[in-house]
Nanobody, 118 residues
């Protein structure tokens, strides 16, 4: 099992930006497929971005062009840069290790709250 710890959530105004970070345990992080999910109140958890060990990325249509997932294998960390935030982006964001690109989650972080509000 891989331990995942998210940070970087908070309150931001519409149109603003936030960067989430997720630190992972394990000596073979570079091989992991990583993803960011989010869950808004009353809604199902949804995958919004994923990245392979070779930095191939994929995004949900709802965030394409606004969010960027990246990774630093030397730091065992994956990031989610969120720009042009909207109130509908408000959710708890979870880091996850995935089985394959856009596949089932294997491990979860504890989540970090992102609130977009004026």
């Amino acid at each position: 099992q891989v331990q995942l710890v998210e940070s970087g959530g908070g309150l931001v105004q519409p149109g603003g930006s936030l960067r989430l970070s997720c630190a992972a345990s394990g000596s073979i992080f570079r091989t992991y497929v990583m993803g960011w999910y989010r869950q808004a109140p009353g809604k199902q958890r949804e995958l919004v971005a994923s990245i392979t060990g070779g930095a191939i990325t994929k995004y949900a249509d709802s965030v394409k062009g606004r969010f960027t997932i990246s990774r630093d294998n030397a730091k065992n960390t994956v990031y989610l840069q969120m720009n042009s935030l909207k109130p509908e982006d408000t959710a708890v964001y979870y880091c996850s290790r995935l089985a394959i690109v856009w596949g089932r989650p294997l491990d979860w972080g504890q989540g970090t709250q992102v609130t977009v509000s004026s």
